[in-house]
């Protein structure tokens, strides 16, 4: 393994990422493939990075964390709102059965599919378009992921989930929000706050900025 992915790993874990599922994804899916080429020395290091039109990737805590959060596992079916560089979308697929990722910024949904194909996951439909609404046609979903900041719960999502089923995102406003973790249990639908994150915003009337 790649000296400064093995300390990026002991860094996360030391930060409490300790999901074996996760460890290994991070482990084989090298972020280097995600990062644009001037910025590949930097991939390992534990901060967001410029991936163009004015979109990051995100700091491998960050994905880490959130991922760990989603409880994933090989039976899942996932979606995922703001693909940018695919590089949270490809760690999801390497645990988890089948990721449907929609991607507002074509330009971006393009190079994450070529990013992705330098992988050699299968399991990976990468749409683009407005995810705010989600995706309907292939819901419900085991598990859902927003990697936008929204000004408030995207309900319409909490509608696309199975029963106990998880969805992670940032709500709050521009400049802070905390994540939430809501998990939808048959009459009841219970929020946590897992701590103050930044995120960029999400494009969307209802749900964005
Ligand atoms: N986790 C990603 C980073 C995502 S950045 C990575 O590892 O690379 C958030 C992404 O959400 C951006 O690419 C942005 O263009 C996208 N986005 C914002 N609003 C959106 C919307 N309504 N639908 C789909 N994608 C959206």
């Known amino acids: 393994m790649d000296f400064k ?6 860094e996360l874990k030391s930060q409490g990422i300790e999901d074996k599922l996760v460890l290994k994804a991070l482990e084989e899916i090298p972020r280097k493939l995600f990062v644009p080429k001037n910025l590949r020395e930097e991939a390992y290091e534990n901060h967001p990075l410029h991936i163009g039109h004015n979109q990051t990737i995100s700091q491998p ?13 090989n039976n899942d079916i996932v979606l995922e709102i703001g693909t940018g560089s695919g590089w949270s979308t490809a760690l999801t697929a390497y645990i988890c059965e089948k990721i ?30 407005d995810g705010s609404k989600g ?68 494009v969307s009337e209802e749900y964005g900025f």
Request: proline letters at 4%.
């Open 100 to 129: 449907y990722s929609i991607e507002t910024i074509p330009e971006l949904s393009k190079t994450a599919k070529e990013n992705i194909k330098k992988t050699k996951l299968k399991n990976i439909k990468i749409i683009t378009g």
């Open 61 to 73: 805590y960050t994905t880490a964390f959130m991922l760990q959060n989603l409880k994933l596992n």
């Open 135 to 202: 995706l309907k046609k292939y819901s419900p979903y085991d598990k859902i992921i927003v990697n936008a900041a929204c000004s408030q719960v995207p309900n319409i999502l909490i509608s696309q989930l199975k029963n106990n089923g998880i969805l992670i995102c940032p709500v709050g406003n521009l400049y802070e929000q905390s994540l939430l973790k809501i998990v939808k249990e048959k009459n009841n639908i219970k929020t946590y706050n897992l701590g103050g994150f930044i995120f960029v915003p999400l």
């Open 5 to 10: 992915l093995k300390l990026l790993i002991e």
